[in-house]
């Protein structure tokens, strides 16, 4: 039985004209949801973003919400937008204590501590960093944060650099070729944080086999640095054909991340992106290894040329995850 934390709330947060991240994300969803056993359960309402985000921050969304106007060039408000990210952060919360998936929107991992983070043009559609907001609360230790979104959680990055009890694991088209444009092996983590920061590169095109090769290294690190809590930023945008990226993974590379996960006792997960197929295939796959199904997928093969190129950074994600971990 799967939980999945979800409250009709987080289809308030809407755009006046078409957008890609809009209200439409969460029936794609809750198709995919509805085809397996789960149990639903209600988020709860926070009252203190100020753990996560500056308070300049959290001003600035709730005046922008209340005027619906626009954050950013990518980032819209409405009237809603406010509470809703709010709940988002209670998601999160709620699928922590639970073991659960949060359900939830407007997205959060690009979000840092004062917006725009790390040299980010924008916000990139999201408010509020749900996923940061349950190990903030709880001041939790020994948490490994896996996020597969195909574009660099910079905002959760930002939040955790310098903490070394907090394992932030980043699997992300390369950032010279998507938004936000940073997220490179060198990104390692502040002083007394170095190497607990992680950035593994995938290239355009590149497809399951690539990602297969990253999981053996993902669960070297996890041996290593042996987490109390995985939490995942769930984004399904790098599935094949989901419109917003040039990756090309399937329900395979999906359920494989879920799986990660069942080594630990607590464990929870948040979504980020995934605007079309990959909101349908892509999370009931990650849903099945999450809740530890035994389902087989077929594997999809990069090209050799692709191939090469991931090998190229590969070698060199390598030669500096070598001076902190046993891969």
């Known amino acids: 039985m799967i ?5 009709d709330i ?15 994300r969460i029936d794609k ?8 056993e789960v149990k ?61 998936f949060a359900l939830v929107r407007p997205p959060g991992h690009h979000a840092g501590v004062n917006g725009r983070a790390l040299g980010a043009p924008t916000l990139g559609f999201c408010i509020f ?9 709880y001041k939790l230790k020994r948490v490994a944060i ?25 699997l992300h088209q390369d950032p010279r070729t998507i938004y936000p444009g940073t997220g490179f092996a060198d990104m390692i983590g502040g002083k007394d944080a170095e190497g607990t920061k992680i950035n593994l590169l995938i290239p355009p095109l590149g497809s399951d086999d690539l990602y297969e090769e990253l999981i053996p290294i993902i669960q070297a690190i996890l041996d290593d640095f042996k987490p109390v ?42 979504l980020e992106g995934g605007y079309d197929k990959g909101l349908v295939k892509g999370l009931k796959a990650f849903l099945e290894g999450f809740a530890n199904l035994k389902i087989e997928y077929k594997k999809n093969k990069s090209s050799d040329a692709v191939k090469s190129r991931f090998m190229n950074y590969l070698s060199e994600e390598k030669n500096i995850l070598r001076n902190y971990w046993s891969i």
């Not at 987080?10 to 439409?24: F, G, M």
């Not at 960093?129 to 609360?137: E, G, H, L, Q």
């Open 229 to 270: 809590v995985v939490a995942y930023s769930a984004g399904f945008d790098s599935y094949v054909g989901d419109g917003l990226a040039s990756v090309n993974a399937t329900e395979y590379t999906f359920y494989n991340f879920g799986r990660i996960s069942n080594k630990f006792t607590r464990k929870y997960a948040v």
């Open 10 to 24: 987080y289809k308030y947060h809407a755009p006046k004209k078409y957008h890609v991240e809009n209200p439409s």
């Open 146 to 170: 896996i996020d597969f979104d195909v574009h660099y959680g910079n905002g959760t990055q930002e939040i955790f650099y310098d903490d070394p009890d907090i394992l932030h694991i980043d």
């Open 40 to 100: 639903f359960e209600k988020p709860v309402k926070v009252d203190d973003p100020q753990i996560v985000h500056s308070e300049d921050y959290i001003k600035l969304v709730e005046k922008h919400s209340k005027l619906e106007e626009n954050l950013d060039a990518d980032t819209y408000t409405n009237k809603y937008t406010y509470e809703s990210a709010l709940y988002a952060m209670g998601g999160a919360l709620k699928a922590f204590e639970t073991n659960g």
């Open 29 to 36: 969803a809750l198709s995919a949801i509805n085809q397996l």
């Open 129 to 137: 960093n749900s996923v940061a907001y349950p190990i903030k609360r």
């Open 3 to 7: 939980t999945i934390v979800y409250d």
